[in-house]
């Protein structure tokens, strides 16, 4: 598939501010695109911004805010004069029993994987019709296949992958393109933060090879790199992951039947497992959702 140059493009990332949003912007913008960043920190969005090698700027939104990311996509097109790409990447995770879960913490999982892509792509997607331009989902391998201690982020991720698919099929004559990026377990704040309960860590580790290991972050983003250029249909982080598109099918008995006998073996050691959102990015919403409440008080 030829590839298009990135060259001057406009290019827009949610949860720019760590992990894969921030290498990302870097990747891109390294490609000579222009990149507006999207995030709830905007210290760290500012820092981002400042390594870039080319025009940027960055907004301080809540991708689930709808009036806030009206406003964002009219002010990054009024700032940029276009928008040609956007990566709907914005995203945070929560592990631990479904029963024993915080209410709030999994809603949350929801309303910003799944809730917030949808208000992302609602806000942009006047403005990548105009350009006959890419609109690029985030997704995981927790689209593909279930797991246990994970209901809320598989929920999620399975919606947004059925929501971009939909999507494609709807805007498809508009000279949009649609695609969504697969990846698995990836060296990010958020997964190092999940691993810090032993009982998520060692579940993960009894998954079987390839799906138990942790990849590095930049050959992965390197692939969304390429996938945006092909502005390609789908986009997988570690190359196993087209694979499993083969087999999914099955996986859900697969891993009925085998998640059944490693919960049996972890069950007295699951009343200590953390159940609210994971790392520095989880830690960012949840103290953006604290000054929310406050301030409507």
């Given amino acids: 598939m030829s590839r298009v140059s990135l060259e001057g493009r406009v290019a827009v990332v949610t949860g720019a501010a760590r992990g894969v949003g921030e290498l990302l912007a870097r990747k891109l913008s390294a490609r000579g695109a222009r990149v507006a960043l999207v995030g709830l920190e905007p210290d760290a969005l500012k820092r981002v911004g400042e390594r870039l090698h080319g025009d940027s700027a960055h907004w301080h939104a809540d991708v689930t805010d709808h009036e806030a990311m009206s406003r964002v996509?009219?002010?990054?097109?009024?700032?940029?004069?276009?928008?040609?790409?956007?990566?709907?990447?914005?995203?945070?995770?929560?592990?631990?029993?479904?029963?024993?879960?915080?209410p709030e913490s999994w809603r949350r999982v929801i309303e910003v994987n799944l809730v917030g892509s949808a208000v992302t792509g609602r806000a942009f997607l006047p403005a990548l019709t105009e350009s006959r331009g890419y609109l690029l989902q985030i997704a995981s391998l927790a689209a593909i296949t279930p797991a246990p201690m994970m209901t809320a982020y598989c929920a999620s991720k399975a919606g947004v992958e059925a929501y971009a698919h939909s999507l494609r099929a709807e805007v498809g004559h508009k000279g949009v393109r649609v695609g969504v990026a697969y990846l698995s377990?990836?060296?990010?704040?958020?997964?190092?933060?999940?691993?810090?309960?032993?009982v998520m860590r060692e579940l993960r580790q009894r998954l079987p090879w390839p799906a138990n290991k942790t990849y590095p972050l930049g050959p992965a983003v390197d692939r969304i790199v390429a996938g945006i250029e092909r502005r390609a249909g789908h986009v997988y982080g570690q190359w196993w992951l087209r694979g499993m598109q083969g087999v999914r099918g099955g996986l859900p008995g697969i891993i009925g039947s085998v998640g059944q006998r490693e919960m049996r073996r972890f069950a007295d050691r699951l009343t200590g497992v953390r159940t609210g959102l994971v790392g520095a990015g989880g830690a960012a919403d949840e103290q953006h959702r604290t000054a929310s409440t406050t301030q409507r008080h």
């Fill in 73 to 102: 996509a009219a002010e990054v097109e009024e700032r940029f004069g276009k928008v040609d790409i956007v990566v709907a990447n914005a995203g945070v995770a929560s592990g631990g029993p479904f029963t024993d879960s915080d």
């Fill in 185 to 198: 377990w990836t060296d990010t704040d958020m997964v190092r933060g999940a691993d810090q309960d032993d």
